[in-house]
């Protein structure tokens, strides 16, 4: 994996549940998670959101991500 070829620690899930787990286990600087895996739903206050702009998560990248892309948004919120 890219983060790992960078020096990040990374760990993996094999759906969402386990990742909550490992998440409250291990406290990570960050989480990237697919939205379709399983045993994971998303939830909003709004009343009809529309598409992913209206997503609460701090970046939003689509598949297939370039291996620069998430590295330059990893690298950039754990700035923030």
Known sequence: MALRLEGF???GASDGQEGLQ???????????TDLSMPIIIACTSEEAPSGTH??????LLTKPC???TLLLEVRQLLAA
């Open 9 to 11: 620690t990374v760990e």
């Open 54 to 59: 209206d997503s609460r998560a701090d970046t």
């Open 22 to 32: 490992k998440a409250v286990e291990l406290l990570p600087d960050s989480i990237i």
């Open 66 to 68: 370039p291996r620069d």
